[in-house]
């Protein structure tokens, strides 16, 4: 291997785990490489296009995988620098203090973490900062303990959210300004100031951001890092098809890659990190399966690729009885049934807004939202019924389970398995009480499901909260990595990525993504000292 090829530390794959980390261990000076599938994402006009984003799906993966029933389907999957955070809706949320121990849900047990809450905060804290997280303490009913307001103030609701926001309160409700991370410097009213990065649009959520405003991987950690330290090298467009070992398999020995014209290209790092998303490091871990490691890279416990966790989710749209013209919608958030339900002795889990959709989205789901909101609006035009449109979001836990997994067959075929059912009796509950609660929020009385992302929220292609297939703790019977991240059958490799996850809880699992890639990268740096 040529002595250019060889570095410190190689980080595969640059979304909020790899680019974090990149950005976290990028001013040691050690020669670190990163290694991203993708390109960057190109800048232009389609970024705000409804048709090229959604109906198109211009940015999303064409690769195919096969469920369970041999029923092929694309995943909800973005290779780009910045990886899915090029695309996400950048609600950034902590995790509950109860997330991180044993949870009796209506479907089974929530699983303990090896780590708790308090050793989350302080890079919960850092995370935010560093992804400009805007946010109002003291809200929300369920949030831990913190040691630091956000560093951003909460993004203004407008008056639609605003009214909701008032009715919700009136209701006995705890409504809270939700999370979210947007290079915005609002003026008195709200509005972006004339230096704001972020305008304050309505193509927040699943649009890649135009302006450059949202705050993900590649804006606020990958593309600074680059600036600021020649000791950090990008090479896009490489593929990373294999992991080698020595004999031993105790220690990676080489990073295989493939590159945009075909041709094949070897690195070697002292310590090699995979940070490619929960699915695909599952599948390079597996697909890297020798001699030392029959059953796949760090898999002697048959973990590899089990307890996949996504969240039972659905979005829906409320019809509201006033026009809703708000640009940017996703400002608010009700946590009050995240412990507990309403007469129930279990979770539900969380409400909060969505991007909101326009005549182009819900096209795409016509004609059977034609027919429903053409009873609703005069001549039942879809700009109209956009127009009056509020649009939610409804997340609740599913629960890690060894038969929900990623598997790869002998000839390469990929295989996601769920289980039929997981715990989504919550979901269904919250969603009852949501339209009990329609006409006194100023809504028509039923709320409509709403395809966001190309899917409905429960369809297998809904991947973009994936978390858990290489899960950390401390027994290695049941677990692939230790409590730093790293495999426990091999001395230099780690997942710092959304792999690690043990459960997933009923919040958003970026910002959790984050504070994990910024706590590994502590250790790192004790390491590489
Ligand atoms: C439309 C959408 C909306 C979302 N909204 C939110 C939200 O509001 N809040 C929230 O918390 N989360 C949201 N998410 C989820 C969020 O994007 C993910 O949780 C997060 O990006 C996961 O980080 P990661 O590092 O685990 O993986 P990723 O960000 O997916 O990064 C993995 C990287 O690895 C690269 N890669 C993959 N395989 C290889 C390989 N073999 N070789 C080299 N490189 C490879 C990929 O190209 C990618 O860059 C959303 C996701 C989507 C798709
Ligand atoms: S609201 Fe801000 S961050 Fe979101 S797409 Fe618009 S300009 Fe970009």
């Known amino acids: 291997m040529p002595e250019q090829d060889h570095y410190d530390v190689i980080i595969i794959g640059s979304g909020a785990g790899g680019g974090t980390l990149a950005w976290k261990l990028a001013p040691s000076g050690k020669r670190i490489l990163l290694l991203e599938r993708g390109p960057y994402l190109p800048r232009e006009r389609d970024n705000w296009d409804t048709t090229a984003v959604f109906v198109r799906a211009k940015y999303h993966t064409t690769e195919e995988w096969l469920d369970q029933d041999d029923h092929e389907f694309s995943p909800e999957q973005n290779y780009y620098v910045g990886g899915n955070t090029k695309l996400y809706g950048a609600a950034l949320f902590r995790l509950r203090p109860e997330d991180f121990g044993v949870i009796q849900h209506h479907g089974g047990l929530s699983p303990a973490w090896p780590l708790s809450y308090d050793d989350f905060e302080p890079y919960y804290a850092q995370g935010e900062d560093l992804y400009h997280v805007h946010g109002a303490a003291g809200e929300d009913p369920t949030v831990g303990p913190r040691s630091s307001e956000f560093p951003y103030p909460p993004v203004q609701h407008e008056p639609r959210i605003e009214k909701l926001h008032e009715d919700l309160v009136k209701l006995g409700l705890h409504p809270a300004h939700l999370p979210l991370g947007v290079l915005l410097d609002q003026d008195e009213h709200g509005n972006a100031t004339h230096a704001s990065a972020c305008i304050r649009c309505n193509r927040v959520d699943g649009f890649p951001c135009l302006v ?74 597996l697909r890297s399966a020798n001699d030392a490691h029959p059953r796949g890279l760090a898999n002697g416990s048959d973990q590899v690729g089990r307890n996949y966790v996504r969240h039972n989710n659905m979005a829906v749209i409320a019809l509201s009885r006033t026009p809703n013209d708000t640009r940017l919608q996703k400002t608010l958030v009700v946590n009050d049934w995240y412990r507990k339900g309403e007469d129930w002795d279990y979770p539900w889990g969380s409400i909060q807004m969505l991007g909101k959709s326009d005549g182009e989205q819900l096209r795409a789901m016509a004609p059977r939202f034609l027919a429903w909101g053409a009873k609703l609006t005069p001549g039942g035009v879809l700009e109209d019924i956009a127009r009056h449109g509020v649009d939610f979001w409804m997340s609740s836990e599913d629960l890690p389970r060894a038969d929900s997994r990623i598997t790869l067959g002998r000839d390469g075929t990929v295989r996601l398995s769920l289980p039929k059912d997981n715990n989504t009796e919550g979901l269904a509950r919250m969603r009852q009480k949501f339209d009990s609660m329609l006409a006194d929020l100023g809504f028509h009385q039923k709320s409509h499901q709403r395809g966001v992302y190309l899917h409905e929220g429960m369809n297998i292609a809904a991947t973009a909260h994936q978390a858990g297939t290489a899960r950390f703790g401390t027994d290695p019977q049941t677990s692939v990595l230790d409590t730093n991240c790293r495999a426990h059958e091999l001395d230099n490799l780690y997942v710092v990525d959304s792999s690690f996850f043990v459960s997933i809880g009923a919040v958003n699992p970026t910002l959790t993504i984050v504070a994990n890639a910024l706590r590994v990268g502590d250790h790192l740096l004790e390491r590489l000292a």
């Open 212 to 285: 450059n405003g949202k705050a993900d991987a590649q804006i606020v950690c990958v593309d600074p890092a680059l600036a600021a330290h020649r000791n950090l090298t990008l090479v896009t467009d490489a593929h990373v098809t294999r992991l080698e070992t020595d004999e031993g398999g105790r220690q990676v020995t080489a990073v295989q890659a493939e590159m945009a014209d075909g041709s094949a290209r070897r690195f070697s790092g002292d310590v090699v990190v995979v940070s490619c998303g929960a699915l695909n490091s599952a599948l390079l871990l």
